[in-house]
T-cell receptor, first 115, second 114 residues
Framework: AQKITQTQPGMFVQEKEAVTLDCTYD???????LFWYKQPSSGEMIFLIY??????QNATEGRYSLNFQKARKSANLVISASQLGDSAMYFC????????????FGKGNQVVVIP | DAGVTQSPTHLIKTRGQQVTLRCSPI?????VSWYQQVLGQGPQFIFQ???????GRGNFPDRFSARQFPNYSSELNVNALLLGDSALYLC?????????????FGPGTRLTVT
């Protein structure tokens, strides 16, 4: 079974600063994928970034980067140069080796960007 | 291109009633997954369908069922609604049946059971 842990309390970050969101996972699968999603108050889950378990380089997508530490089972999201529009819930998710696309999500991290 | 669409956006039902939620995937995507997100929690996987066949089922009672149509759109049905079924129901689409590195979600249907 897959388990995702996100334990940080709500975070306040100054506009233009960087913020790191912690995510640890537990799995016995050798092959898996890690995702980060953003969920603003409107409710839609917005895909941000993906990291495969065999990818040797950390994934980056614009201002988003994923700090993947496989031995520690850690997949932290770094948002650089925070913007007011980054205020949202952020979810870490894992896709295991089920033969399907099933995602297991963490409980999320609340981020509020202040001007 | 249009993203994943879901209907209706909001729904209010009474305990014991039945509800049908609809999802249209991104054009070209053949896989649709359904998730339930209770307030304050992350989404929980309910079903995945690919080419009209069920590819995965989460830990939900038999009151939950789904199907996929030839045009790859999907319906989620919930019978005998309980207060605990109140949640945001999200649909996600992807091109591949498995090991997908991209899954895109729709805006969700917010179901309230009274």
């Amino acid at each position: 079974a897959q388990k995702i842990t996100q334990t940080q309390p709500g975070m306040f970050v100054q506009e233009k600063e960087a913020v790191t969101l912690d995510c640890t996972y537990d799995t016995s699968d050798q092959s898996y994928g890690l995702f980060w999603y953003k969920q603003p108050s409107s409710g839609e889950m917005i895909f941000l970034i993906y990291q495969g378990s065999y990818d040797e380089q950390n994934a980056t997508e614009g201002r988003y980067s994923l700090n993947f530490q496989k031995a520690r089972k850690s997949a932290n999201l770094v948002i650089s140069a925070s913007q007011l529009g980054d205020s949202a819930m952020y979810f870490c998710a894992m896709r295991g080796f089920y033969g399907n696309n099933r995602l297991a999500f963490g409980k999320g991290n609340q981020v509020v960007v202040i001007p | 291109d249009a993203g994943v669409t879901q209907s209706p956006t909001h729904l209010i039902k009474t305990r014991g009633q039945q509800v049908t939620l609809r999802c249209s995937p991104i054009s070209g995507h053949k896989s649709v997954s359904w998730y339930q997100q209770v307030l304050g929690q992350g989404p929980q996987f309910i079903f995945q369908y690919y080419e009209k066949e069920e590819r995965g089922r989460g830990n939900f009672p038999d009151r939950f069922s789904a199907r996929q149509f030839p045009n790859y759109s999907s319906e989620l049905n919930v019978n005998a609604l309980l207060l605990g079924d109140s949640a945001l129901y999200l649909c996600a689409s992807s091109f591949m049946a498995r090991d997908s590195y991209e899954q895109y979600f729709g805006p969700g249907t917010r179901l309230t059971v009274t």
